[in-house]
Nanobody
Framework: QVQLVESGGGLVQAGGSLRLSCAAS????????MGWYRQAPGKQRELVAL???????NYGDSVKGRFTISRDTVKNAVYLEMNSLKPEDTAVYYC?????????WGQGTQVTVSS
């Protein structure tokens, strides 16, 4: 089992920045991709950003150029630097990792961007 704990969410004004963190623990050997998804009220969960064990990255179209994902393999953590935040970025942000084809999710952290 892999346990994921997210932190760093909160309330910020439009144009501001936040940094989300996700720490993995437990049976972490074999974790491949790590990433962030988000879900706004009434909407489907969507990809925000992914990073593989080889540090390849992929971003959702709506966050390209504003968000940056990074990974610390020593700390088994993944980070999401969010800049130029917009009200439409308001959502619960979930950390997700893939290990041997299985997906593990964190409990989510709320990000609210006020206009």
């Amino acid at each position: 089992q892999v346990q994921l704990v997210e932190s760093g969410g909160g309330l910020v004004q439009a144009g501001g920045s936040l940094r989300l963190s996700c720490a993995a623990s437990g049976s972490i050997f074999g974790i491949n991709a790590m990433g962030w998804y988000r879900q706004a009220p009434g909407k489907q969960r969507e990809l925000v950003a992914l990073i593989t064990s080889g540090s390849s990255t992929n971003y959702g179209d709506s966050v390209k150029g504003r968000f940056t994902i990074s990974r610390d393999t020593v700390k088994n953590a993944v980070y999401l630097e969010m800049n130029s935040l917009k009200p439409e970025d308001t959502a619960v942000y979930y950390c997700r990792v893939i290990k041997y084809g299985f997906m593990y999710w964190g409990q989510g952290t709320q990000v609210t961007v006020s206009s």
